[in-house]
């Protein structure tokens, strides 16, 4: 086995203009900024990882801060790697923007780690299923469509056998009702639907009035009502309405994670590799969601995530925007995306060795708005 000793590490800030603006809530998306990180090694193996940056210099952070520690080192001893950038950055606090940058570096590690290994990352990880279920996040609707005319869009994905849809939220929970009524009047009671509030809510009786009027609609979830530091608000809600609670997404603190679980703060816990710290992080909360006997979610980024997905049996579906989605934008510098094949309920698990995240580089440096690199 190759010593993968790392030789250099890029990074990118790619930001990708949105046709039509995305509103939820009081966040009004215009652009989309990801990062895309690489780190190579000596024997010539590259591994990668992307996410949505937010406009936060997560790219930086990963060359000119925490790079330096980790050239000349095996990329194969993932475990030390992390602990010794954990500790490097100690009087940053490893948590949001650090934290991030450490989670994409992670990812690039078990990347390489499979591809040397010959395996998948979700066979290294646990290897427990071959083929998962696909939640699409559903198209956005335009300001002034119909009601009706949105949820014909929908008959198609309903049909064509993704487990769950995903809605954005409108500002007026009383139109949303309609929306839903529409939406599960077309699609039938067999596919879930999911809301996405992206933490829009101020007050909890706000949000008890607005999923009161929704749960005549048999919601699989309610995701992210409010940040999810806020675990009091969130439990209020939960133990206030029947339909089920999901939190965790973006979280890049770990005792945030912990309080959600602990506290048994939601019905389904949301959780994002590219933000806990990589698939190392991901593990680790996921075993303490299974004591507590709860599910995981994991948010977007199908090519990293669904590597959860097979490796662990509660975590999943897989979560996808439709490919050449207008509103996620990482179709644009991604050679290939994931996507539910016709006549079938489940994608398949990968068998490239890696993580099989394919990246039209050319595009990135087209994309990209800053790009810098670290080399040994």
Same mark, same amino acid.
């Given at each position: $086995?190759?010593?993968?000793? &790392?030789?250099?590490?890029?990074?990118?800030?790619?930001?990708?203009?949105?046709?039509?603006?995305?509103?939820?809530?009081?966040?009004?998306?215009?652009?989309?900024?990801?990062?895309?990180?690489?780190? #190579?090694? %000596?024997?010539?193996?590259?591994?990668?990882?992307?996410?949505?940056?937010?406009?936060?210099? /997560?790219?930086? +952070? *990963?060359?000119? *801060?925490?790079?330096?520690?980790?050239?000349?080192?095996?990329?194969?001893? &993932?475990?030390?790697?992390?602990?010794?950038?954990?500790?490097?950055? /100690?009087?940053? =606090?490893?948590?949001?923007?650090?934290?991030?940058?450490?989670?994409?570096?992670? &990812?690039?590690?078990?990347?390489?780690? =499979?591809?040397?290994?010959?395996?998948?990352?979700?066979?290294?990880?646990?290897?427990?299923?071959?083929?998962?279920?696909?939640? $699409?996040?559903? @198209?956005?609707?335009?300001?002034?469509?119909?009601?009706?005319?949105?949820?014909?869009?929908?008959?198609?994905?309903?049909?064509?056998?993704?487990?769950?849809?995903?809605?954005? !939220?409108?500002?007026? @929970?009383?139109? $949303?009702?309609?929306?839903?009524?529409?939406? #599960?009047?077309?699609?039938?009671?067999? *596919?879930?639907?999911?809301?996405? $509030?992206?933490?829009?809510?101020?007050?909890?009786?706000?949000?008890?009035?607005?999923?009161?009027?929704?749960?005549?609609?048999?919601?699989?979830?309610?995701?992210? !009502?409010?940040?999810?530091?806020?675990?009091?608000?969130? #439990?209020?809600?939960?133990?206030? *309405?029947?339909? @089920?609670?999901?939190?965790?997404?973006?979280? %890049?603190?770990?005792?945030?994670?912990?309080?959600?679980?602990s506290e048994r703060a939601v019905d389904l816990v949301r959780l994002d590799a590219t933000a806990i710290g990589g698939f190392s992080q991901f593990a680790s909360v996921r075993e303490s969601a299974h004591r507590a006997g709860y599910a995981i979610s994991p948010h977007a980024y199908p090519e990293i995530h669904r590597h959860c997905v097979f490796a662990w049996p509660d975590v999943g579906p897989v979560e996808i925007f439709p490919p050449g989605s207008p509103t996620w934008g990482a179709?644009?510098?991604?050679?290939?995306?994931?996507?539910?094949? #016709?006549?079938?309920?489940?994608?398949?698990? @990968?068998?490239?060795?890696?993580?099989?995240?394919?990246?039209?580089? +050319?595009?990135?440096?087209?994309?990209? +708005?800053?790009?810098?690199?670290?080399?040994?």
């Amino acid at each position: $086995m190759t010593e993968g000793v &790392i030789d250099r590490i890029e990074a990118w800030h790619c930001r990708i203009a949105l046709d039509t603006p995305i509103v939820l809530g009081d966040l009004v998306i215009e652009h989309r900024d990801f990062v895309v990180v690489r780190v #190579r090694t %000596s024997d010539g193996v590259e591994g990668a990882a992307y996410a949505l940056s937010r406009g936060a210099p /997560v790219d930086l +952070t *990963v060359t000119e *801060v925490l790079a330096p520690l980790l050239l000349g080192r095996s990329a194969l001893d &993932i475990p030390r790697r992390i602990e010794d950038l954990t500790r490097a950055v /100690v009087a940053l =606090g490893p948590t949001g923007v650090v934290l991030r940058a450490i989670s994409l570096l992670d &990812i690039c590690l078990w990347d390489i780690k =499979g591809q040397v290994a010959g395996l998948p990352v979700w066979r290294l990880l646990g290897g427990y299923r071959e083929a998962a279920e696909v939640m $699409m996040v559903a @198209p956005y609707a335009g300001p002034l469509e119909a009601d009706a005319k949105y949820a014909a869009r929908l008959v198609e994905p309903a049909a064509r056998g993704y487990a769950a849809l995903k809605l954005y !939220p409108m500002a007026d @929970p009383f139109a $949303m009702a309609r929306r839903l009524e529409a939406v #599960r009047a077309a699609v039938g009671d067999q *596919v879930g639907l999911v809301v996405d $509030m992206a933490w829009s809510w101020r007050t909890v009786e706000q949000a008890v009035e607005a999923v009161q009027a929704w749960e005549d609609f048999g919601l699989s979830w309610v995701e992210d !009502p409010f940040p999810a530091s806020d675990w009091h608000a969130i #439990r209020a809600l939960a133990d206030a *309405v029947r339909t @089920p609670i999901g939190a965790g997404d973006e979280v %890049s603190v770990r005792s945030t994670m912990d309080a959600l679980i602990s506290e048994r703060a939601v019905d389904l816990v949301r959780l994002d590799a590219t933000a806990i710290g990589g698939f190392s992080q991901f593990a680790s909360v996921r075993e303490s969601a299974h004591r507590a006997g709860y599910a995981i979610s994991p948010h977007a980024y199908p090519e990293i995530h669904r590597h959860c997905v097979f490796a662990w049996p509660d975590v999943g579906p897989v979560e996808i925007f439709p490919p050449g989605s207008p509103t996620w934008g990482a179709s644009r510098f991604l050679a290939a995306e994931i996507e539910l094949p #016709r006549g079938s309920t489940e994608i398949l698990a @990968p068998t490239d060795a890696g993580l099989g995240l394919r990246v039209d580089w +050319t595009a990135v440096a087209s994309l990209s +708005t800053r790009s810098t690199s670290t080399a040994r």
